[in-house]
């Protein structure tokens, strides 16, 4: 495959938001050991896929990047500036890497019926894991921490205006009535509109969604990872709140 050219130096913080970059999906394994000078290594060094700005080619790299902006912006480390600018004065509750409270327990990651491991038995780093994955994922959280992001994002509480309501505005079409805002899908359906997220790396997996138009907000976690058994439990609470016609 032969990719243009392009210097990342061209990116812009809203086409790193929106997956627009032109970065490729992934920088490397997410177990494989990258500390902050292979990343921006790694950053300088890749040529891009496409023009930034051409279209959406979802990119965790990109955020591995916008982390990496945060820490120089802020003379922070990312797990810190997390804690302090919005886990504390959000009440999130226990969320990061290595700076959780003693009694936090981590779960333990399963792949068909074989323990994998806690998240940072996964060839961590000292200071959590590697920036193949930081930034873009690897947050330890709860469902119930996840909920109160999507509660805070709903009610516009983690950045100020206009900020706040960019993160759910639909900034780029990625297929039919799937957009993409600051973060955040959004789906248009012929009854409502929701707001979501998901990931997973194969052992553990989250996904939470709002539905703007019942103000209802559901957030799931499993320590093993069926993409399909999530799927039909959130099908299934969908249907049993009457959330959307059962004939979709």
């Not at 279209?55 to 797990?79: C, H, M, T, W």
């Not at 996840?146 to 206009?162: I, K, N, Y």
């Not at 709002?210 to 058994?229: H, M, P, S």
């Amino acid at each position: 495959m032969q990719f243009e050219i392009v210097e990342t130096a061209a990116i812009t913080l809203h086409q790193l938001l929106t997956h627009t970059s032109g970065l490729p999906l992934y920088s490397g394994d997410d177990d494989a050991a990258c500390d902050r000078a292979c990343f921006d290594d790694w950053l300088a060094k890749t040529p891009l896929e496409f023009s930034p700005g051409d279209r959406f080619q979802y990119s965790n790299p990109g955020y591995s990047a916008l982390a990496r902006i945060v820490e120089k912006a802020s003379g922070a480390d990312y797990e810190t500036y997390l804690e302090r600018a919005l886990v504390a004065p959000l009440r999130l509750g226990p969320v990061g890497y290595l700076q959780l409270p003693d009694d936090a327990s981590y779960a333990v990651g399963y792949y068909q019926g074989q323990r994998v491991g806690t998240p940072p038995e996964l060839a961590w780093m000292e200071d959590g894991p590697s920036w193949h994955l930081r930034g873009n994922g690897g947050l330890v959280a709860s469902a119930n921490s996840l909920l109160r992001w999507m509660q805070a994002t709903a009610e516009g509480r983690p950045l100020p205006d206009p900020w706040s309501a960019k993160q759910i505005e639909r900034q780029v079409k990625r297929h039919r009535n799937v957009w993409y805002g600051y973060g955040w899908g959004v789906l248009d359906k012929p009854w409502g509109t929701v707001v979501s997220h998901s990931g997973g790396n194969g052992f553990f997996v989250a996904d939470v969604r709002w539905f703007r138009d019942r103000d209802l907000f559901l957030a799931v976690t499993g320590n093993a990872y069926e993409k399909e058994q999530t799927n039909a439990l959130i099908s299934n609470l969908r249907d049993v709140l009457e959330l959307a016609p059962t004939s979709e």
